[in-house]
């Protein structure tokens, strides 16, 4: 899974499935904070960003259409498909002394495509693109506990323009894993996230649980507020659930909307859920399948000093999602 291993994730949208708060915007860039931070404290997962050592992923989601849109915007009844373009690459781990690095690249492309494209607005979100960097730092202290540092930086832009600072976000995380059981087949992480985007700082806490069974067939990562559980039909087949909050965060030409408010950046946001199956093709390559429901998506514009200056949300989308990875050292 991609997103398990890259990050992209993941982790993003986070509290949005925490529904009940006024202001989502924030509780989701909270949430993608922890989603990530606990992605991260699993031995597990550094095991997975290693052994998925690259892979290419595309979602296509079905089309939809934004709510509550002013009737002068074109984005009101003009529905869009969001289709989405993933692809990663780890880099070879090394070792200072007993400290482990990990790192990987990782490349997202969201492509929205209108049924009216000829109507130009500056409200209607097109075409982002995300790099980011994942850097993970694991000291063992002992038999069971380890401290990770982690630090991702991400540079996300419709590059409409020049890249500049204001196109880059600042992801830093550090935590604490214990694993569990007689076999150590549980590991548990508490962590603090810090992420910086656009002047703010926000600092969040992050929570993974790792779980394998002692027979290998089951899998459960619970990295909040990503789910994944998978069970092993074979040791080429795998099916199970999947689920994630996922978001991009970017930059924007400063503009005025339709009440002469400053936009300066954008948020898009979707909460994924459905079923998945993972098939070993050939050797390491697998492929992997997912298909549900994109829930509670949102497209808010933000002035520079965070403040809320549209908020729109948008129908629940059907999706699918096909991933082929290259995995080394896992069956």
């Known amino acids: 899974m991609k997103t398990l291993i ?13 529904f ?13 904070c922890v ?45 869009f ?5 993933d692809a990663w690459l780890a880099i070879p781990p090394f070792e200072i002394g007993k400290t482990s690095v990990f790192s990987n690249l990782n490349y997202r492309m969201m492509d929205f495509n209108y049924d009216r494209n000829s109507i130009q607005d ?10 980011k960097s994942v850097i993970i730092i694991k000291h063992p202290l002992s038999e069971k506990w380890s401290i990770l540092g982690i630090a991702m930086p991400t540079i996300a832009s419709d590059f409409k323009k020049s890249v500049s600072f204001d196109d880059l976000i600042l992801d830093g995380i550090i935590g604490l ?28 806490p992050g929570i993974a649980i790792d779980y394998q069974s002692t027979d290998k067939k089951w899998l459960a990562q619970f990295y909040w507020p990503r789910l994944n559980v998978l ?52 050797g390491g390559i697998w492929l992997q399948a997912q298909a549900g429901m994109g829930l509670l998506n949102r497209y808010e514009l ?15 989308m059907a999706y699918g999602k096909v991933t082929i990875t290259y995995r080394i050292g896992r069956k």
């Open 6 to 18: 890259t990050v992209r994730n993941a982790i993003r949208k986070e509290v949005e499935m925490i």
């Open 20 to 32: 009940p708060f006024k202001r989502i915007g924030i509780i989701k860039r909270s949430c993608l």
């Open 35 to 79: 989603i990530v931070s606990a992605f991260f404290l699993s031995n597990k997962s550094h095991g997975q960003i290693i052994q998925d050592i690259a892979g290419i992923a595309v979602t296509a989601h079905d089309k939809v259409s934004f709510k509550d849109v002013p009737s002068e915007s074109s984005l009101s009844e003009n529905k």
């Open 81 to 85: 498909q969001l289709n989405t373009y």
């Open 122 to 131: 500056a409200n209607r979100i097109e075409r982002i693109h995300e790099i």
């Open 177 to 204: 894993s214990k694993k569990f059981g007689r076999e150590s087949n549980l590991e548990v992480g508490l962590g603090v996230h810090v992420l910086h985007s656009f002047g703010e700082t926000l600092v969040t």
């Open 231 to 282: 069970y092993s039909l074979s040791p080429n087949t795998q099916i199970g659930l999947a689920g994630s909050i996922d978001w991009t965060r970017f930059n924007l030409k400063n503009y005025k909307d339709y009440h002469l408010k400053e936009v300066d950046y954008a948020q898009f946001s979707t909460i994924h859920g459905g079923l998945q199956v993972h098939q070993r093709l050939v």
């Open 302 to 316: 933000f002035d520079t000093h965070q403040k809320t200056v549209n908020d729109f949300s948008a129908s629940n």
